[in-house]
């Protein structure tokens, strides 16, 4: 069995790799950024009307049934989920930034055209910035 010879990989090799790395995580930070922070079907909810529902299910556990208090206990856990998560405030600027710089590399490299960054979700402006155009 003949062995093979053991390649080294140049530094310039290295540092593409690091680069493609760089420039995936980049993509991959900004489109589950979005995906997060993506506005939810259906009516909204005010933070005060989440408090307001709080304070009734407080005054709801002191004299309901054990039954009734998992489901109070779960909805108050929920709404104070949902309550944090509506005062945080995301900034994406950054995110787009990198964004902006790294995607058109990533797409060239990968192969993924205009149309399937618009079906994902990112904004036409935002793909212009980067340098990546319908044609």
């Known amino acids: 069995m003949a062995s093979r010879a053991k390649h080294e990989m140049t530094e310039a090799h290295k540092a593409a790799l690091a680069e493609g790395r760089a420039q995936g995580r980049a993509v991959r930070a900004y489109l ?14 005010s933070p005060e009307s989440m408090r307001q529902r709080m304070a009734a299910i407080a005054r709801e556990l002191a004299t309901a049934d054990p039954m009734s208090q998992l489901h109070l206990v779960q909805e108050r856990m929920d709404l104070d989920a949902t309550l944090a998560a509506a005062e945080t405030i995301v900034d994406l600027t950054a995110l787009e930034d990198d964004f902006a710089r790294a995607a058109r ?19 036409a402006a935002l ?9």
Not at 32 to 45: F, M, Q, W
Not at 106 to 123: D, F, L, N, T
Not at 128 to 135: C, F, L, M, Y
């Open 32 to 45: 589950e950024a979005r995906e997060t922070n993506r506005p939810k079907r259906g009516r909204k909810r």
């Open 105 to 123: 590399h990533y797409g060239e490299r990968k192969g993924i055209s205009y149309s399937a960054w618009r079906e994902v979700g990112v904004p």
């Open 127 to 135: 793909l212009k910035r980067a340098g990546i155009s319908r044609g």
